[in-house]
T-cell receptor, first 117, second 113 residues
Framework: GAGVSQSPRYKVAKRGQDVALRCDPI?????LFWYQQALGQGPEFLTY????????KSGLPSDRFFAERPEGSVSTLKIQRTQQEDSAVYLC???????????????FGPGTRLLVL | AQSVSQHNHHVILSEAASLELGCNYS??????LFWYVQYPGQHLQLLLK??????LVKGIKGFEAEFIKSKFSFNLRKPSVQWSDTAEYFC???????????FGAGTRLTVKP
């Protein structure tokens, strides 16, 4: 079946520009996660949704970062007034399990590589 | 700070050599442990996982990992690597009943043909 998809795959933005990154999770997956992966580092947690509810946004680095999942399926990560330090790969993952369930395997999309000039 | 540590940044091996990649974490309590692999140009894929039971976990492509609770470790092993194992390997830890997954910095494996 189809995996997690993300678009665009690559995005070049000028500093100060707003960007929107899209994630289509695996159909039926309740949980959705966003991660930021800087060059040479492992992914770092940004935020988590269970259906349409954003239950954890503790990893968002600043108030310029905003995520939504209005209908509990597709999610959008928006970055306002982009800065050079926002350059990274943004990964989306989805999981079938509800929060509190013992098994939480996450399935990752290909990522969006954002370059802010 | 609580973290996940991968000891080797870059490992270079010849084909048929044995592999062991270290992973240590510093979280207390119940944890779920994962190894993900990222082949060149591809997305992160699950290699294997441990939730409970037998601490020796077998994954895809001949990989295995052993959870040693007393050492807070979850090292990845493969007895004989192939050129196609060239990839980046990430250890990840999810605390039970917690939403986020914490990743190590990754280990780049290069297998020479």
């Amino acid at each position: 079946g189809a995996g997690v998809s993300q678009s665009p795959r690559y995005k070049v933005a000028k500093r100060g520009q707003d960007v929107a990154l899209r994630c289509d999770p695996i159909s039926g997956h309740v949980s959705l996660f966003w991660y930021q992966q800087a060059l040479g580092q492992g992914p770092e947690f940004l935020t988590y949704f269970q259906n349409e509810a954003q239950l954890d946004k503790s990893g968002l680095p600043s108030d310029r970062f905003f995520a939504e999942r209005p209908e509990g399926s597709v999610s959008t990560l928006k970055i306002q007034r982009t800065q050079q330090e926002d350059s990274a790969v943004y990964l989306c993952a989805s999981s079938l399990a509800l929060a509190g369930a013992p098994v939480k395997t996450q399935y990752f999309g290909p990522g969006t590589r954002l370059l802010v000039l | 700070a609580q973290s996940v540590s991968q000891h080797n940044h870059h490992v270079i091996l010849s084909e048929a050599a044995s592999l062991e990649l270290g992973c240590n974490y510093s979280y207390g309590g119940t944890v779920n442990l994962f190894w993900y692999v990222q082949y060149p140009g591809q997305h992160l894929q699950l290699l294997l996982k441990y939730f409970s039971g037998d601490p020796l976990v077998k994954g895809i492509k001949g990989f295995e990992a052993e959870f040693i609770k007393s050492k807070f470790s979850f090292n990845l092993r493969k007895p004989s690597v192939q050129w196609s194992d060239t990839a980046e390997y990430f250890c990840a830890v999810n605390r039970d009943n917690n939403n986020d997954m914490r990743f190590g910095a990754g280990t780049r494996l290069t297998v020479k043909p």
